[in-house]
C-alpha cells in the first residue's frame, strides 16, 4: 500500500501487547515520511520491533501548539505524517486534537488507521451494556472537584466509563461508593492485553473493600465502567447540589447538611464539603 501525500493518518498502537498492532498500521508507519509521536523514547522499542526506522517529532501536551505548526508546515511541503500516542489511539485522553482540528480547517487530508483503545476493549469484556454509553476520561484529582463530577453523573442512565491511575483508583472507587451508593455495579478492568489482565466486577461497597485488601488491584492500568442509573429513586428527581442549594438559602452550611443527610441518607461529611463549595461558589458569583 503507498501512502499519499500532504496526508495526516491518525493510527492506533498496541495498548499492551504488541501483536495487536494491524497490519493496516504497520503499513502505514513504513510508508509515512515522518512519525509524529507523544513520546519518541516510549515509541522507539515499538518502531524498532516493526523495523520501522522514520524519523520522528515529539507531540506531547507540553509542546502540542508548536508541534502541531511544525506538522503542519510539513504537510504544507507534501509530506505525510502519521500520529501515533503511547498507547491506543491517539486523541481518546492523548494528544492530537488541536493537530486533526487543524489539519481539518486546511484542507489536509486525515485518514483513521483504526486500531486498540483501552475504552473499546474494556466496554467489550465488561459485560454492561453497550448500546448507549458515555466517556468521562480521567476524573479531576482534588477531590473536591472529582466529587463534583461524579454528583453531575448520578441521573445518568448509561454505562460510565472512566480512566483512572492505579494510584487514585481506591480514591475514585470510594468517591463513587459515596456518591452512587453501596449498590450500584462497577466493573475494574485491569493490565488488558497484558499478562495480568483482571475484570472484576462488584458492587461499588465490595470493590472499595477488595481494592482495599487487594494491593494487585492498585497496580497497573485500568478502566472504571460504571453502570447506568436502573433505579428511578426520588433523590433523584432533586439532585443533591438542587437539595443543598435550597436548604442554604435558609440554613448554614453545617445544618444544612446535617438535614440533608437526615433527607437523602448519605453520609454529613460529603455533604458538608459539598454545601461549603455550593456556598462559597454562590458567594463569589455575588461578588
Ligand atoms: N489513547 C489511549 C486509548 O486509546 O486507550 C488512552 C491513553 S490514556 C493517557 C491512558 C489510560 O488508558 C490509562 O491510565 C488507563 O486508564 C487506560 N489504559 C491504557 N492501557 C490500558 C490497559 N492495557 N488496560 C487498562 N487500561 C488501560
Do not use: W
Not at 463534583?148 to 445518568?156: G, H, I, K, T
Amino acid at each position: 500500500m503507498s501512502t499519499a501525500t500532504a496526508t495526516l493518518y491518525v493510527v492506533a498502537t498496541p495498548i499492551g501487547n504488541r501483536d495487536d498492532i494491524t497490519l493496516r498500521a504497520i503499513d502505514v508507519l513504513r510508508g509515512v515520511d515522518r512519525i509524529a509521536a507523544e513520546d519518541t523514547r516510549h515509541s522507539r522499542p515499538l518502531l524498532d520491533h516493526l523495523g520501522i526506522h522514520k524519523p520522528l517529532l515529539a507531540l506531547h501536551e507540553h509542546n502540542e501548539d508548536a508541534a502541531t505548526r511544525q506538522v503542519l508546515d510539513l504537510l504544507r511541503a507534501g509530506e505525510s505524517i502519521a500520529l501515533i500516542s503511547d498507547a491506543g489511539t491517539p486523541l481518546i485522553s492523548d494528544p492530537g486534537f488541536p493537530l486533526v482540528r487543524a489539519c481539518r480547517a486546511e484542507g489536509f487530508a486525515v485518514a483513521a488507521v483504526p486500531g486498540p483503545s483501552a475504552l473499546v476493549a474494556a466496554l467489550s469484556v465488561s459485560g454492561l451494556p453497550t448500546d448507549r454509553f458515555r466517556f468521562e476520561g480521567f476524573l479531576p484529582r482534588r477531590q473536591q472537584a472529582r466529587m463534583a463530577v461524579l454528583e453531575a453523573l448520578r441521573r445518568e442512565t448509561a454505562t460510565t466509563v472512566f480512566y483512572e491511575s492505579s494510584h487514585r483508583v481506591l480514591d475514585t472507587v470510594t468517591d463513587m461508593r459515596d456518591v452512587f451508593g453501596a449498590d450500584r455495579v462497577l466493573v475494574l478492568a485491569r493490565e488488558l492485553t497484558k499478562l495480568h489482565e483482571t475484570v472484576l466486577v462488584l458492587p461499588l461497597a465490595g470493590m472499595c473493600e477488595r481494592i482495599a485488601t487487594d494491593p494487585d488491584q492498585q497496580r497497573g492500568e485500568c478502566v472504571l465502567l460504571l453502570s447506568g442509573n436502573r433505579t428511578p429513586d426520588e433523590q433523584c428527581l432533586v439532585g443533591v447540589d438542587d437539595l443543598l442549594t435550597m436548604l442554604l438559602e435558609e440554613l448554614s452550611v453545617k445544618q444544612a447538611a446535617a438535614l440533608a443527610a437526615r433527607i437523602t441518607g448519605r453520609k454529613r461529611n460529603m455533604l458538608y464539603q459539598r454545601a461549603l463549595a455550593l456556598s462559597a461558589d454562590a458567594a463569589s458569583k455575588a461578588d
